[in-house]
Structure formats: structure tokens, C-alpha cells
């Protein structure tokens, strides 16, 4: 029984020292002290205090893992910023306009005051389905250097998802924020909520009231995890939505959120588009050099609209990746050293046509 005791005692002092070797919160120092107390009491009882030790040690393992004060440093270079944003978007002036605006501020408030901690707008990204909402969230975080998490919404019908599920259940954890932010270890991660519109029906009010306190900075520098039941501040974390309509989102979410519509290509745009950004990184993940695979100018109209309108450029970049691949068979089997698509071999390298 001795060495029983002695091994107990000696798990909840390995415990209290990983809680000293990490700066937390004061006041979640307190809570855990009050935890490290109920242990003390457990351990006449090897069975209780054991199970209970697991589960506090889970917890301490989540704490830990929070980056509570760890910040990225921003990237404020314009100029940087416009060359990344054109490499991954062709068009979309406005939009990247409004990001450059963002950038600037940031800068003139970090240098003129320092002190002041900065509310970031709340975008929302609003357009039909291929028209880059998610890529320029994307783009957003590589600009300033932060890192991205994201959280899709598409068929979300438990709240208990993005808001985590009390330690008193079996296999509790954190919620999808509080999953993220251990993930990036950083505290002002880019955050995006990907088709905020596209949540369960029977779920769609209790998620709404979740996001109306996640994108409020009023409130969400206090946001409250039901796993790790204390406030972890999200303030300085750039919220970015996206969704295909407005019209399932509640108002007081929308009243948070900064609409920026995402027009739709017209097929111009797309010929430019597949031309000089989809293709050149086919043909780099297909193996194969842009001498090997020449498509002929005319064709181009009609790997745009193989099967008629459509406002993005998900179907073009299928179809791109799809003459890559073919063209990659093609010279792998010997058959061929280079592909000219041409009205002779379209229907043969898009069967779909």
C-alpha cells in the first residue's frame, strides 16, 4: 500500500509540474489547483483516483496545447501582398482592394499605437459555387503570414461541434476553434468558417446563436469552450466566411459580418484563368512540361463551356487536370512525346464534350 501511495502522490506532483513549466492564465491556475485538490482527496481510493487522474491529465494536455499569449507576426508589405494575390487570382480587383485596405490598416495601427489592440473586420465572402471564396480565404492568411483554420459548415447539426462537449461526458473534447487553435499555436489565426449557409436545418438557430457570439468582438475576446470551461480571447483572430446565399443566415449574424460579393467569370476571365494559372500547375502535378502539352487557342472556348454556363471555374480545372492526365498516359505508354489539342483529338482527350 505504500508504494501505491507513493506512486499516486508521485502522478499528481508530475502533473503539477508540467502546469508550471507552461505560462497559463492566472485564474486557470486557480482551477487547476482546485482539480489537483480533488485528486488529493481520491487517492485513498487507487480506482477513483486513477480514472479521474486520466481525465485531468487530458485536460492539462488541451491547456497546454492552447497558444494562450503566442502571436505570428504579421506580414505588412504591400507590394508583397498584390504580387500574392494576383499569383493565385486573376480579377477580383475589388476584392483584393478590400484586403490591401485591411493590410494598411493594421499597419498604421501597430505603428501610431501600439498599445491598442486591433478589432479585425469579419468578412464574408458571398458567390456561386467556384468563384474562389475559399482560395482567397486562403490567400488572405498567406499575405499576412498567419496561419488557416478551417471549419466547414456544409451539413452541420451539432452545435456541440464548433463549442466542444463538457469534461463530465465520456470522450468529451474541445470544440472545432479550440481544436484549431491547439492545432496552429498560434493565437490570431486566419479562421474560416466555409459555408456558413449549408448547416442542418434542424440545427440552423442554435448554430446561428453560436456564431452570433464567435463574431463579436465584443464577445469573442471571451470566448468560452464547454470543454476547456474558461475564456480564451479570440479577438485578434481574422474571421472569414463564406457562403453561396444569404438568405439562411440570421440577421444578427449578418450584422457582423462584412459582405464582399464574389462575381462570377465571364468566359473571357476563364480563358485566362485556365491559361495562365489552372494549366501551368496541372501540368507541374501531372509530371509534364508545358512542351508536351500545347492546346491549340480556338479550343479554348470549348473547354470553358464544355456543357454550357457555369459562373466558376471548378468544371475548367476538372477538365484541365483531365487533359493533363491523359496527355500523361499518353507519353508514359510511348505512345506519344507531346499532345497539340486540336478540334481532331478534343472529343477523344474530354470525353465528356
Known amino acids: 500500500m505504500e508504494s501505491e501511495a507513493l506512486s499516486v502522490q508521485q ?30 482527496i481520491n487517492a485513498h481510493s487507487e480506482a477513483t483516483f486513477w480514472q479521474n487522474y486520466q481525465n485531468v491529465s487530458k485536460y492539462i494536455d488541451w491547456l497546454i496545447d492552447i497558444p494562450w499569449t503566442s ?17 493565385n487570382h486573376y480579377g477580383l480587383d475589388s476584392v483584393k482592394q478590400r484586403i490591401l485596405e485591411y493590410i494598411s490598416v493594421i499597419a498604421l495601427q501597430k505603428n501610431r499605437y501600439p498599445d491598442q489592440k486591433l478589432r479585425a473586420p469579419i468578412l464574408l465572402f458571398v458567390g456561386l459555387v467556384g468563384t474562389g471564396k475559399t482560395t482567397m480565404a486562403k490567400s488572405i492568411s498567406d499575405v499576412l503570414g498567419r496561419q488557416l483554420i478551417r471549419i466547414p459548415f456544409g451539413g452541420l447539426g451539432d452545435p456541440l461541434y464548433l463549442r466542444g462537449r463538457s469534461r463530465n461526458y465520456p470522450d468529451a473534447e474541445p470544440g472545432a476553434i479550440i481544436r484549431g487553435l491547439a492545432q496552429v499555436k498560434t493565437i490570431n489565426p486566419v479562421i474560416l468558417l466555409d459555408e456558413i449557409d449549408r448547416v ?3 440545427a440552423l438557430n442554435t448554430i446561428m446563436g453560436v456564431l452570433v457570439e464567435l463574431l463579436d468582438p465584443e464577445q469573442n475576446n471571451r470566448f468560452t469552450d464547454h470543454y476547456i470551461d474558461y475564456p480564451v480571447d479570440l479577438s485578434q483572430a481574422l474571421f ?6 444569404t438568405n439562411r443566415i440570421a440577421t444578427a449574424v449578418m450584422d457582423r459580418l462584412e459582405t464582399i460579393q464574389m462575381p462570377s467569370y465571364t468566359d473571357e476571365e476563364k480563358i485566362a484563368i485556365g491559361r495562365d494559372y489552372l494549366l501551368p500547375r496541372a501540368l507541374k502535378d501531372s509530371g509534364i512540361s508545358k512542351d ?12 470553358v463551356r464544355p ?10 480545372k476538372r477538365n484541365i487536370e483531365g487533359l493533363c492526365r491523359k496527355t500523361a498516359l499518353q507519353i508514359f505508354e510511348g505512345k506519344a512525346q507531346k499532345i497539340v489539342v486540336d478540334a481532331t483529338n478534343i472529343k477523344y482527350l474530354m470525353p465528356q464534350w
Open 200 to 202: 442542418a436545418d434542424d
Open 292 to 303: 508536351e502539352l500545347v492546346i491549340s487557342s480556338d479550343m479554348w472556348p470549348q473547354i
Open 11 to 40: 502522478a499528481i506532483t508530475n502533473l503539477t509540474k508540467r502546469v508550471e513549466a507552461v505560462t497559463l492564465p492566472p485564474g486557470l491556475k486557480d482551477k487547476l489547483a482546485e482539480l489537483f485538490a480533488q485528486l488529493e
Open 307 to 316: 456543357l454550357g454556363f457555369d459562373a466558376g471555374v471548378r468544371t475548367l
Open 71 to 87: 502571436e505570428s507576426k504579421d506580414i505588412l508589405d504591400l507590394r508583397f501582398a498584390t504580387e500574392k494575390l494576383n499569383e
Open 240 to 245: 472569414v466566411a463564406t457562403c453561396n446565399n
